[in-house]
T-cell receptor, first 111, second 112 residues
């Protein structure tokens, strides 16, 4: 248990569906991150939020829409995804640039 | 951001010491060096962080030479459960530096 909780753990969605991934941390951290990890590939940083403000968008397609309503919660809204978007989506939080704590991830399958 | 280079993979045997070296030639003055461990289908887990010389905790040691252009993660007496991917990250403090960009990592296989 890292203190970062992601839901759901598994998600199967069609290409026309809209779904959301949720991440929650109660570690008092002020930075939160979304990563994508495709099979046998390194983690790809998608978004970074500092104090609820987005400070990094790593050229992510607009079909991925992040939302950070407060420092403890982070969402990733998904719509009209493609099969190649199937991956493990990981959320992390940290205090500034100190060590990050990761959630268990959401295994997403787009059919 | 400082780019890191690590070996792609390493094999070892139970009970041996594993040393993974990471190169970061353009490390900045305010950059820290952080190592993470990742098991399949799980999020990475923090192992150790350091700035210079040597840092040791209950699971690993981190050796950083004076020029800080490389670092070595040392895992003493590995077991089968240490089979994982190990990532070296370099980054500075503060919001501007916290992109936490992961490279390819080193896949360590511990054999019986």
């Amino acid at each position: 248990e890292t203190g970062v909780t992601q839901t759901p753990r598994h998600l199967v969605m069609g290409m026309t569906n809209k779904k959301s991934l949720k991440c929650e941390q109660h570690l008092g951290h002020n930075a939160m991150y979304w990563y994508k990890q495709s099979a046998k590939k390194p983690l790809e940083l998608m978004f970074v939020y500092n104090f609820k403000e987005q400070t990094e968008n790593n050229s992510v397609p607009s079909r991925f829409s992040p939302e950070c309503p407060n420092s403890s919660h982070l969402f990733l809204h998904l719509h009209t995804l493609q099969p190649e978007d199937s991956a493990l989506y990981l959320c992390a939080s940290s205090q500034a640039d100190r060590e990050a704590f990761f959630g268990q991830g959401t295994r997403l399958t787009v059919v | 951001l400082a780019k890191t280079t690590q070996p792609i993979s390493m094999d070892s045997y139970e009970g041996q010491e594993v040393n993974i070296t990471c190169s970061h030639n353009n490390i900045a003055t305010n950059d820290y060096i952080t190592w993470y461990q990742q098991f399949p289908s799980q999020g990475p887990r923090f192992i150790i962080q350091g700035y210079k010389t040597k840092v040791t905790n209950e699971v690993a040691s981190l050796f950083i030479p004076a020029d800080r252009k490389s670092s070595t993660l040392s895992l003493p007496r590995v077991s089968l459960s240490d089979t994982a991917v190990y990532y070296c990250l370099v980054g500075g403090l503060g919001a501007a530096g916290n992109k936490l960009t992961f490279g390819g990592g080193t896949r360590v296989l511990v054999k019986p």
